[in-house]
């Protein structure tokens, strides 16, 4: 069964994702955003990198559109944007798992 190529467009988006992920700071953050809401000091805390730097990682994943964002009185929480991101963040982590346990891949 064949299947479509896709076009330029959602070549792109993927990429632009990919791109967004390939950081190591950004990855553990959209890890932790991937399973609950969290504020910029807790995840600054949680991934030990100061807070300024965690909010432009922040900034460019929500630019990107891979987080999404509410307020809850003063603070901003963020959190994965979808169950599609929440999944590309699993099987990503899930595929880096394989590589470095020497677990057999799953065909």
Same mark, same amino acid.
């Not at 953050?29 to 809401?37: K, P, V």
């Given at each position: 069964?064949?299947?479509?190529?896709?076009? !330029?467009?959602? *070549?792109?988006?993927?990429? =632009?994702?990919? $791109? &967004?992920?390939?950081?190591?700071?950004?990855? +553990?953050?959209?890890?932790?955003?991937?399973?609950?809401?969290?504020?910029?000091?807790?995840?600054?805390?949680?991934?030990?990198?100061? !807070?300024?730097? *965690?909010?432009?990682?922040? =900034?460019?994943? $929500? &630019?990107?559109?891979?987080?999404?964002?509410? +307020?809850?009185?003063?603070?901003?929480?963020?959190?994965?944007?979808?169950?599609?991101v929440?999944?590309l963040?699993?099987?990503?982590?899930?595929?880096?798992?394989?590589?470095?346990?020497?677990?057999? $891949?799953?065909?």
């Amino acid at each position: 069964m064949s299947q479509e190529q896709p076009d !330029r467009a959602r *070549v792109e988006a993927a990429v =632009a994702a990919f $791109r &967004m992920l390939s950081d190591a700071t950004r990855l +553990r953050l959209m890890w932790l955003l991937a399973s609950g809401e969290y504020d910029v000091s807790s995840l600054s805390r949680m991934v030990a990198v100061a !807070r300024p730097s *965690v909010s432009q990682h922040l =900034a460019k994943l $929500r &630019m990107a559109g891979l987080v999404r964002t509410r +307020r809850d009185g003063r603070r901003v929480l963020y959190r994965a944007t979808d169950t599609h991101v929440r999944k590309l963040i699993a099987e990503a982590l899930s595929h880096a798992d394989h590589e470095v346990s020497g677990t057999p $891949r799953h065909e």
